[in-house]
């Protein structure tokens, strides 16, 4: 039992990792389903998938990709 409390302690800690939606950059992303912890959505721009960007750099260069797109529309 201890050695599980301390296990999810320090899942806790390498949770730095934010996820950011791959259409967009933004983080405000989140599981579909809980069952189906594979799919992703995206509140911001509706993506919905399987995929999650965790580099915040990556994230930064999608982000502004997609704001000149929404700039040009
Ligand atoms: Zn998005």
Request: net charge positive; with cysteine.
């Given at each position: 039992?201890?050695?599980l409390?301390?296990?999810q302690?320090a899942d806790m800690?390498?949770?730095?990792k934010?996820?950011?939606?791959?259409?967009?950059?933004?983080?405000n992303?989140?599981?579909?389903?809980p069952?189906?912890?594979?799919?992703?959505?995206?509140?911001?721009c509706g993506?919905?998938g399987?995929?999650?960007v965790?580099?915040?750099?990556?994230a930064e260069?999608i982000?502004?990709?997609?704001?000149?797109k929404?700039?040009?529309?």
């Amino acid at each position: 039992m201890v050695k599980l409390i301390v296990v999810q302690n320090a899942d806790m800690n390498t949770g730095d990792k934010m996820k950011f939606c791959p259409k967009c950059g933004s983080t405000n992303v989140e599981w579909v389903l809980p069952q189906i912890w594979s799919k992703w959505e995206c509140r911001d721009c509706g993506y919905i998938g399987p995929l999650i960007v965790e580099d915040g750099k990556m994230a930064e260069e999608i982000r502004k990709e997609y704001l000149k797109k929404q700039n040009k529309i």
